[in-house]
């Protein structure tokens, strides 16, 4: 599938009505999304036939994304049950199949090796401190191949000392660095719009033989 | 959810061990067609546990969808596997990937405690103070 068409298909998706402030809920525009996909597949072939899990899929964007670029199996995992609804109703408008499990991230007991590929756009961590380590974290447990995610830029250092020393990390790698552009969403966004600077990461995992 | 998912998922309940393989209950499942692919079940097959597997389509009562022992690679590999609707391939596609659990129950292994399946999907969260530590 061609980048343009991927990104127009995820640009019809519904996205949050009333998005959760606890959970940092913003929405993976299109732009980055099908960029974030369309690298992870055709620079690392970590996506078409594997089994990819999103974790805080919200409304589904990357998890779509995933399974429009033919990733066998794909798991959306959030927390919550009304974008997981929305997750559902956006699979089955473009006829995919994905399955979908409530959970917190950080309470998440999957059995090793099945999962390849972890993507996710996670809470930066604003709202809760530490939520995006403990993602990160996760993460790495889970894929045997990648984990893909965005992080704020000013977060660079610290998540690569902590994904290298403490997440069980071979390597950790910015691929590209983003302008995140964040419409206003809440009441308490002062300004219209903001752009944030966000690093599009690539995680690899240690060998489970060798943890 | 579909079986790989479930042949996956484990309970992080306090006092499980390792809440796995979660106990399967189903009120209504699903089929649904998918195009199998053989080269991503022979690399799944060595990745599965296949006693959970089997004992999943026995609590979906389908005791004759897959042998007790699992199908060798020879098997899944054999000419013409994927248009026979009998083969072992095409069993273990329609075991993973085309049987939905619609509604349902999870139950934890070890400490009993249920996870509810509803409109295909399992709610694992845990209060918690029901958290494993």
Known sequence: ?211 | MRLLTHNMLASNARGASTGYPLKLQVVKWTTKEAEPNADFLRGMLPKLDWAALVAATHSLGLPGLLPESPPTDAELSADGAADDEGSALRRLHRALLEIHIEEGTLVCPDTERCFPISKGVPNMLLHEDEVRN
Not at chain 1, 60 to 70: F, I, K, N, P, R
Not at chain 1, 145 to 155: D, E, G, P, Q, W
């Open chain 1, 1 to 211: 599938m061609k980048l343009k068409k991927l990104e127009g298909l995820l640009g019809d998706l519904q996205q949050f009505t009333r998005p959760k402030v606890e959970l940092e809920q913003y929405a993976t525009g299109p732009h980055i999304a099908s960029r974030m996909l369309y690298t992870a597949e055709n620079s690392f072939d970590d996506i078409t036939g594997k089994v990819v899990a999103d974790f805080g899929c919200g409304c589904g964007t990357l998890a779509v994304a995933s399974s429009l670029l033919d990733a066998e199996h794909v798991v959306g995992i959030d927390i919550d049950p009304q974008s997981l609804e929305l997750a559902q109703e956006n699979a089955a408008d473009l006829e995919l199949d994905i399955d979908l499990i409530q959970c917190d991230i950080k309470n998440l007991n999957l059995r090793g090796l099945l999962v390849d590929t972890v993507v996710m756009n996670p809470p930066f961590g604003t709202s809760r401190k530490g939520a995006d380590m403990e993602f990160i974290s996760m993460g790495l447990k889970v894929a045997s191949r990648a984990v893909y995610s965005l992080h704020k830029t000013s977060t660079r250092e610290h998540i690569k000392k902590a994904a290298l020393r403490n997440y069980n990390a071979i390597s950790a790698e910015v691929l590209c660095e983003l302008r995140y552009n964040l419409p206003k969403t809440y009441k308490f966004h002062k300004q219209k719009e903001v752009d944030i600077a966000v690093d599009f990461w690539r995680f690899v995992p240690r060998a489970r033989d060798e943890r």
